[in-house]
């Protein structure tokens, strides 16, 4: 995808009851992790988008993972995919938007804030 390297980084899925976690592995290392909740049947809640170490910005780490999410989503029936934007996220907006509009998600900014959140995600498969 985006590594120049021999060892690409593996992306794995681990499900426990409702926690679902994508994680990015990089020579046997986690660098980076989705926290996500499998609300339904139907329905997973994406949480945070974690990056171990902040020099793993910009490495297409977070693109690996949501192709991976969307991936099992797709294989597991999942019908719709949505989280939150946090005002703690605010000052990258435009590096948010970017990212998730990429991924075909139709992104809501509300008039004002709503319980620490400016907007939310939300892809249907």
Not at 48 to 53: K, Q
Not at 78 to 95: E, F, K, M, T
């Amino acid at each position: 995808m985006f590594w120049k390297k021999k060892n690409p980084p593996i992306v794995k899925v681990e499900r426990t009851e409702s926690l679902l976690m994508i994680k990015l592995y990089v020579n046997n290392i986690r660098e980076a992790r989705i926290q996500c909740v499998v609300e339904s049947d139907s329905t997973i809640l994406i949480g945070d988008v974690i990056h171990d170490n902040e020099k793993n910005y910009n490495k297409g780490y977070g693109s690996a993972m949501m192709q991976k999410l969307i991936e099992y989503a797709k294989e597991n029936g999942y019908s719709r995919l949505y989280g939150n934007l946090s005002v703690v996220d605010i000052g990258h907006r435009d590096r948010l938007y970017h990212f998730y509009e990429k991924f075909g998600f139709e992104i809501t900014e509300y008039d004002k804030y709503q319980n620490n959140y400016f907007g939310m995600i939300e892809k249907m498969i």
